[in-house]
């Protein structure tokens, strides 16, 4: 999944892809609070509709909306091992 936001902030992928990469986790997001489906969903639907619009035009900034993703794989890395 990191290697996804590298490969989108470079434009090897696309943001279509990127989110069917991301949604496609159903084993992660199992092991995780519900509260980090629901968080991870708002942030995929921003990005997508944020793709919508000419980057001047929307109000989310694609690279903001990457490092908050980034945030989330952090903490739901700090939940997925045991301390």
């Known amino acids: 999944m990191r290697q996804s936001i590298q490969d989108l902030s470079a434009e090897r992928i696309n943001i279509t892809h990127f989110c069917h990469i991301w949604r496609n986790k159903p084993e992660l997001l ?4 519900p509260q ?3 968080v991870m969903e708002d942030l995929l639907s921003r990005l997508e509709s944020g793709s919508l619009f000419t980057e001047e035009s929307c ?4 690279a903001d909306l990457l490092a908050q993703l980034g945030m989330w794989l952090d903490k739901a890395s700090t939940r997925l091992v045991p301390g």
């Open 30 to 33: 199992a092991a995780l609070p």
């Open 36 to 38: 980090f489906s629901v």
């Open 59 to 62: 109000s989310f900034s694609q």
